[in-house]
C-alpha cells in the first residue's frame, strides 16, 4: 500500500567532514532509493540541509558563519547550487521534483498552514518529490526553525506522514554519545512518549561543525512526529539505501513508535506550529484536570502569569515547577489574567466589569504536550 515518506537528510551526512564540499556518492544513493519509493507508488518528500554548508565550500571559507546577515547571504548562494545537484540527480532518473522553502511563519499563520498543505497535496499529487528546507536567506532568528529536524517533524505533521526518517552521522540513538563514552548502549526502540521524557540521553552539541543539529533536536522532532502518529526512524545518513531495508521490516537504527490516538491537526498546529508569547503557571489540581480529565483550564487553577499577551495568542502552560504540560490560545490577554488568575469563574465578570468567556484556554484549544 503506498504510503508518506518523509526523509530528512542533514549537513554531516551531505558533506565531507574534512572539506564541506559535497558528498557525491551519498547523495546519489539518496536520490535512487528515494526515486525508487516514489516509483512503488508512494509520497515521499525530503527535508535537506546544506545549504550553508554548501555556500560556504562555494565561497571558500573555512568555517560557518555566526553573523545572521552573513549566514542569510551565504545559505543564498549554496540553496542554488544544492538545488541544481538534486535536480541534475533526479532529472537522470526522470523524477520530477520542486524547491520548496519554508519560514516559521508559514506555520504560525493558520491561512498559511493551509496553503502550504494544500501545496504539498498538489505536489504529491502529480508525482513530484518536493525538497524541502529553512528559508535561511529571509528567516528572522526569532522565527526560525532552529534546525531541519523540527522542520521535517512539523511538515510530516502536516502531510500527516507514514515515517519520518531522520538520516544523521550516528546510527542510532545511544545512552551517551559513542564518541566520547566507547560503553554507550545502543537504544533501539523508543515505544512511548513517557519513555521518551525519561530518556535522558547525553546529547552533547552538534554533531559537525557545518552543522546545527545534534541528537537533543532529534528527540524533539521526534516528539512532535509520533504524537501525530508518524513512525520516526534515527538512522545513518551514509547508507540511504537502509531506507528501504526500514521499510520492509529490518531493524535498524532507533524507531519511534507513532502515539496509537494522533491528536487533531489542529491541535498539532497549536502544540508545535505556534510559537508561544507567554507562560501561565498552573496549581497541581489544574495540571490533573487539563492533562488527565481533558477539560478547559479555569481562571482559578493559575498561579502565576508570565509575559504580556493578547487574546488568541498561544501560550505555554506549565506545573509550579515549571514543566511545561501544554500549550493553548487563550481568551484574556496578560493584564486580564493578571486580575482573574486564582479567582472562581463567577468572579470575572465582577473584576474586570465586563462579561468575560468561562474559560481561560477551552479544551479545544488547548493542546498537551
Not at 148 to 165: C, G, I, K, M, P
Not at 331 to 360: D, P
Request: glycine fraction near 10%.
Amino acid at each position: 500500500m503506498p504510503q508518506t515518506i518523509v526523509v530528512k537528510i542533514g549537513t554531516s551526512s551531505l558533506t565531507q567532514p574534512q572539506t564541506g564540499q559535497l558528498a557525491l556518492s551519498t547523495i546519489a544513493t539518496l536520490v535512487e532509493t528515494l526515486s525508487y519509493l516514489r516509483q512503488g507508488g508512494n509520497r515521499v518528500i525530503l527535508v535537506s540541509s546544506g545549504a550553508v554548508g554548501v555556500g560556504c565550500a562555494r565561497l571558500g571559507l573555512t568555517e560557518r558563519p555566526k553573523a545572521i546577515a552573513l549566514k542569510q547571504a551565504v545559505a543564498a548562494v549554496g540553496q542554488g547550487r544544492l538545488m541544481r545537484v538534486y535536480d541534475d540527480l533526479f532529472t537522470t532518473l526522470q523524477q520530477p521534483i520542486a524547491q520548496v522553502l519554508l519560514t516559521r511563519t508559514d506555520l504560525v499563520e493558520r491561512s498559511r498552514y493551509l496553503n502550504v498543505y494544500n501545496t504539498f497535496k498538489e505536489l504529491l499529487e502529480l508525482g513530484v518529490i518536493p525538497v524541502v528546507n529553512e528559508n535561511d536567506t529571509v528567516a528572522v532568528e526569532e522565527l526560525k526553525f532552529g534546525d531541519n529536524d523540527t522542520l521535517s517533524a512539523l511538515v510530516a505533521s502536516l502531510v500527516q506522514a507514514n515515517w519520518l526518517f531522520l538520516l544523521t552521522d550516528v546510527d542510532r540513538l545511544y545512552s551517551a554519545d559513542p564518541r566520547s563514552f566507547p560503553n554507550a548502549q545502543p537504544i533501539a526502540l523508543v515505544s512511548s512518549i513517557k519513555e521518551l521524557t525519561q530518556l535522558q540521553v547525553q546529547t552533547g552539541s552538534s554533531g559537525s561543525q557545518w552543522g546545527t543539529g545534534g541528537m537533543a533536536t532529534k528527540i524533539s522532532a521526534a516528539r512532535i512526529a509520533i504524537a501525530a502518529g508518524v513512525r520516526t526512524v534515527i538512522t545513518e545518513g551514509k547508507y540511504p539505501g537502509n531506507i528501504l531495508k526500514i521499510i520492509q521490516g529490518e531493524l535498524i537504527g532507533t524507531h519511534f513508535e507513532p502515539h496509537p490516538e494522533p491528536t487533531s491537526a489542529r491541535k498539532r498546529w497549536i502544540a508545535y506550529g505556534l510559537i508561544p508569547a507567554g507562560k501561565l503557571y498552573l496549581d497541581e489540581g489544574a495540571v490533573v484536570a487539563i492533562s488527565q480529565a481533558g477539560k478547559s483550564l479555569l481562571a482559578a487553577g493559575i498561579i502565576k502569569v508570565e509575559g504580556e499577551f493578547d487574546n488568541q495568542t498561544a501560550v505555554q502552560l506549565c506545573d509550579n515547577t515549571g514543566n511545561e504540560i501544554g500549550r493553548g490560545l487563550v481568551n484574556y490577554n496578560s493584564t486580564e489574567l493578571q486580575k482573574i488568575s486564582g479567582r472562581h469563574s463567577r468572579e470575572i465578570t465582577q473584576i474586570l466589569g465586563y462579561e468575560g468567556a468561562e474559560t481561560v484556554v477551552h479544551r479545544d484549544n488547548l493542546a498537551i504536550t
